[in-house]
């Protein structure tokens, strides 16, 4: 998790505590460790404008994470199913806080599938993607796949990049029609 990427990008002492304050739910810190830890981006200026919902299917309704309580309920999800249904081996970071994220969480934008039926107020994501934007890839840390795979053969094909990455759907709702809406 966030050992790791600090460890891959060498980052110092300080950016590393900013990298932490910024995942630590219920941090006073929280919004300026964001705005240190993303080269001075601001959580809302990085979403504007709002994201309108993208599209709905009865009760779930898809649109981008606009808050970081949106983005924490994704991140939830993402250990539910990544560590506790699928096995994989988290951090004691990431298992102490119970939820998936590493570096990149911050830079990215968070595609959700959000069940409405709970009524209003409600939050319960029920589905989600990591969305890497290049021109953020290139201004922060790179994309994800960069620590995995040499990528730069891609780079020269024309247009916008997207990495598309960390997709999971609760496993009460996976269906085709779910599938679809991501």
Same mark, same amino acid.
């Given at each position: @998790?966030?050992?790791?990427?600090?460890?891959? =990008?060498? =980052?110092?002492?300080?950016?590393?505590?900013?990298?932490?304050?910024?995942?630590?739910? @219920?941090?006073? /810190? *929280?919004?300026?460790?964001? /705005?240190?830890?993303?080269?001075?981006?601001?959580?809302?200026?990085?979403?504007?404008?709002? =994201?309108?919902?993208?599209?709905?299917?009865?009760? %779930? #309704? !898809?649109?981008?994470?606009?808050?970081?309580?949106?983005? !924490?309920? *994704?991140? /939830?999800?993402?250990?539910?199913?990544? &560590?506790?249904?699928?096995?994989?081996?988290?951090?004691? #970071?990431?298992?102490?806080? #119970?939820?998936?994220?590493? *570096?990149?969480?911050?830079?990215?934008?968070?595609?959700?599938?959000?069940?409405?039926? @709970?009524?209003?107020?409600?939050? /319960?994501? !029920?589905?989600? &993607?990591?969305?890497?934007?290049? @021109?953020?890839?290139? *201004?922060? +840390?790179?994309?994800?796949?960069?620590?995995?795979?040499? %990528?730069?053969?891609?780079?020269?094909?024309?247009?916008?990049?997207?990495?598309?990455?960390?997709?999971? !759907?609760?496993?009460?709702?996976?269906?085709?029609?779910?599938?679809? +809406?991501?």
């Amino acid at each position: @998790g966030l050992r790791r990427a600090a460890r891959r =990008w060498g =980052w110092s002492a300080q950016r590393r505590a900013q990298a932490r304050a910024f995942f630590l739910p @219920g941090s006073r /810190k *929280a919004s300026s460790s964001f /705005k240190q830890f993303s080269g001075g981006a601001d959580l809302a200026a990085t979403q504007q404008p709002a =994201w309108p919902i993208l599209t709905t299917g009865g009760s %779930l #309704e !898809v649109r981008i994470a606009q808050s970081m309580r949106e983005i !924490v309920a *994704a991140q /939830k999800l993402r250990y539910r199913v990544f &560590y506790e249904n699928m096995g994989a081996m988290p951090s004691q #970071e990431v298992r102490n806080l #119970e939820r998936d994220f590493d *570096a990149f969480d911050p830079i990215c934008d968070h595609l959700l599938i959000i069940d409405r039926s @709970g009524g209003a107020g409600s939050l /319960k994501v !029920v589905g989600t &993607y990591r969305l890497m934007r290049a @021109g953020r890839a290139k *201004a922060a +840390l790179g994309f994800y796949s960069d620590s995995e795979f040499d %990528l730069s053969p891609l780079r020269n094909y024309p247009g916008e990049h997207l990495e598309l990455g960390r997709s999971c !759907v609760d496993p009460d709702y996976r269906s085709r029609f779910v599938l679809q +809406l991501l």
